[in-house]
């Protein structure tokens, strides 16, 4: 059965001061991407997608595509690897892109420009997130028990383990119940503080450090896109407006599909530990976390073998 890793890799990294996608932060110079693919294709996966801006493709295809492409699945297959671009070339003719806008309309927008080239179960990342193998191993297996359509799945993080000190995040607030979503909501700019306590400082509220939040790991079949198209379009109309920033984000999209009924969500949970970088601070963290994986033997000397 094909299964399709999607990894949203258009973002800037305005917070994080550079391109933190192609950040070579692994020992031996790999990108986060890189342990996302690895871990995606010994759980079974046997297709990866990435969602780029155009003139990123060069550099991908030297830095993940030219070796993937020579790979074989868990399967016996090889590897198939494809390209989807987040432009504004996309965007529906009715909207005005404002004068000055550079950056993406969001993590809506980007799987939506991945429709073309997506047929199968998949799973949805970001480049710059770590999540771990057992993730994977428990999404993969998620994937092929979902039906055709009005369902989809998710793997949710500890928010004490998510957030940073360096800075403000955004995450989606999850309320689960017998491993189901119940509601989610995204809290744009949560603080970590040194004593542990979190905060919503959008909305000034204390945050419990054990919440389950999404870090935009989520498995759907096909069958979510036209929600996605009817979502964005409506965005586009209600809300984007002039502002050069606003942005379409899945777990609120997922939050209304909810409370519509339209949609229902698995809440799985994974025995890895998730970590990142939001801002260039968090490197050194993350660069230390990936050498002791690779010296406990969770990972090979080089991911391209």
């Not at 950040?23 to 010994?42: F, K, Q």
């Not at 868990?74 to 671009?85: H, I, K, M, R, W």
């Not at 995040?169 to 189901?180: D, P, T, Y």
């Not at 939040?213 to 759907?220: C, D, I, Q």
Request: with cysteine; aromatic share 10%; proline share 5%.
């Amino acid at each position: 059965m094909k299964t399709t890793l999607v990894i949203m890799a258009a973002g800037l990294g305005s917070r994080y001061g550079g391109t933190k996608q192609v950040d070579g932060i692994g020992p031996h110079g790999e990108i986060l991407m890189e342990y996302s693919i690895y871990d995606a294709l010994r759980a079974g996966f046997n297709k990866v997608v990435f969602i780029i801006k155009p003139e990123m493709e060069p550099l991908m295809e030297e830095l993940c595509g030219g070796y993937l492409r020579r790979r074989t699945a868990l399967d016996g297959s090889p590897v198939e690897v494809a390209y989807a671009y987040q432009d504004f070339s996309s965007v529906p003719d009715f909207y005005a892109i404002p004068a000055g806008r550079t950056k993406p309309f969001g993590t809506v927008h980007a799987l939506l420009c991945a429709a073309d080239a997506v047929h199968e179960p998949f799973c949805v990342i970001n480049a710059d997130d770590y999540y771990g193998i057992d993730a994977y191993r428990t999404i993969y297996q998620e994937l092929l028990r979902l039906p055709e359509s009005g369902r989809g799945t998710m793997v949710g993080y500890r928010l004490k383990n998510t957030a940073s000190l360096h800075g403000t995040v955004s995450r989606g607030i999850c309320s689960a119940e017998g491993g189901k979503l119940r509601s989610i909501r995204e809290a744009l700019k949560v603080q970590l503080y040194p004593d542990g306590t979190l905060r919503d400082l959008a909305e000034d509220r204390a945050l419990e450090p054990d919440t389950v939040v999404s870090m935009n790991f989520w498995g759907f079949t096909p069958s979510i896109f036209p929600a996605l198209r009817t979502y964005f379009e409506d965005f586009l109309r209600t809300q984007a407006g002039d502002d050069l920033k606003a942005e379409c984000l899945l777990p609120v999209m997922v939050g209304h599909e909810l409370d519509a009924g339209r949609l229902e969500v698995t809440v799985l949970q994974s025995a890895d530990r998730w970590f990142g970088m939001t801002y260039h601070e968090d490197r050194a963290r993350v660069a230390e976390e990936l050498k002791k994986l690779h010296d406990a033997g969770a990972y090979p000397e080089t991911l391209r073998g």
